[in-house]
């Protein structure tokens, strides 16, 4: 067993204190990790305060883990001892069902074993990211290239590859137009994505604030949802919208933004349900969609093509005792664009 500093909430909406757990000892296939920076998700802030229920406290959030290989089991074969590497949003699945087969472990028909806030296959409580070590298998580990710093890194291992993965799976390209909801942690990732992919690119924001930052991360238009006049001018104009605000939006407003066979993708996740007509889809043969993740092939994927492109997230590094203060700025839209959170001041 290995006993490691941690910060974690007794329960809902609780304030953070600091902690110890014990990470259990290497299996064969297993990866001791060194975390030096786990970044703030939405969805953190989501289970810690038990927006979405299911919460298991005392819960140690984090999924956006940036680190340095300390130690290896005897059967591994892909990392050695100082390897730069980072782990997503969960850290076992079944590795047998068709989906695993694929290489999209996140839709393990067994269910897949999130990194915190989750119960793995043995029973115990899984937790996360807001601590200085953790182990992992094998096969849950990505390689970080050299050329991405780990601190701008941990925010890709969610908010990179949720951006990354509805624009790949939807085709967003050369000749697409694709309209990105939100210029927050996930959309400043999801303009560079779609930028990079040679689709062009319109940002839907509340207002005007953040036009400038846009159009350098690579927009090439952008627009305020607050002013109603853009609904009218925008009609029927994009192939793909995704929706990366974690808040109840017009539904339908937002689908006569699309073309025929247009698809609205959500990977955004409010607590409330959302609502809208149908006439809204079936008139111009629009469809609703969501996206979670990628799996682990395709979060090395997104990290490599990253790196070629130059793509990472703008960050703000905060010390272990500011987590409470960066959730509430978090809620506040008070960041630009990510929370990251320097593990060596636990």
């Given amino acids: 067993m290995c006993t490691t500093h941690a910060l974690s909430v007794a329960s809902a909406k609780s304030p953070f204190e600091k902690t110890t757990i014990e990470r259990r000892a290497l299996r064969p296939n297993d990866i001791l990790i060194d975390i030096k920076f786990s970044g703030i998700c939405h969805s953190d802030i989501h289970n810690a305060y038990d927006e979405w229920g299911g919460g298991m406290f ?66 115990n ?42 624009l790949k799976h939807w085709n967003a390209g050369p000749g697409k137009k694709v309209a990105v909801v939100g210029m927050g942690g996930l959309g400043h990732l999801a303009v560079q994505y779609a930028h990079a992919m040679g689709a062009e690119v319109t940002v839907l924001s509340q207002s005007m604030n953040k036009k400038d930052e846009a159009h350098e991360l690579g927009a090439d238009h952008y627009f305020a949802t607050s002013d109603k006049a853009t609904f009218k001018e925008l009609a029927n104009r994009f192939d793909l919208i995704l929706n990366t605000v974690a808040a109840n939006l017009d539904v339908d407003a937002y689908l006569s933004l699309l073309r025929v066979d247009g698809t609205l993708v959500n990977v955004g996740a409010p607590a409330e349900p ?49 987590v409470d203060e960066a959730y509430q700025r978090v809620l506040d839209s008070d960041v630009r664009y990510r929370f990251v959170i320097d593990m060596s001041t636990l």
């Avoid at 809204?280 to 492109?309: N, P």
């Fill in 58 to 123: 005392p819960m140690v959030p984090g999924h956006e883990i940036a680190g340095i290989v300390e130690s290896v089991g005897s059967a591994v074969t892909k990392f050695v001892v100082g390897d730069r590497v980072g782990v997503g949003c969960f850290v076992d699945s079944c590795g047998e069902c068709e989906y695993c087969l694929k290489g999209e472990e996140q839709f393990c028909t067994k269910g897949y074993v999130g990194t915190y806030n989750s119960i793995d296959y043995d029973g």
């Fill in 125 to 166: 409580p899984t937790y996360g990211g807001y601590s200085q070590k953790i182990v992992v298998t094998e096969r849950f580990v990505v390689r970080i290239p050299d050329s991405i710093e780990l601190d701008v890194a941990s925010p890709l291992l969610c908010a990179g590859i949720t951006t990354y993965s509805p």
């Fill in 274 to 322: 959302d609502k809208y007509h149908v006439f809204s889809l079936i008139m111009q043969r629009r469809s609703i969609a969501g996206s979670l993740v990628g799996g682990i092939r395709e979060t090395q994927e997104m990290l490599d093509f990253s790196a070629q492109h130059s793509i990472a997230p703008k960050i703000e590094l905060i010390r272990a005792d500011q």
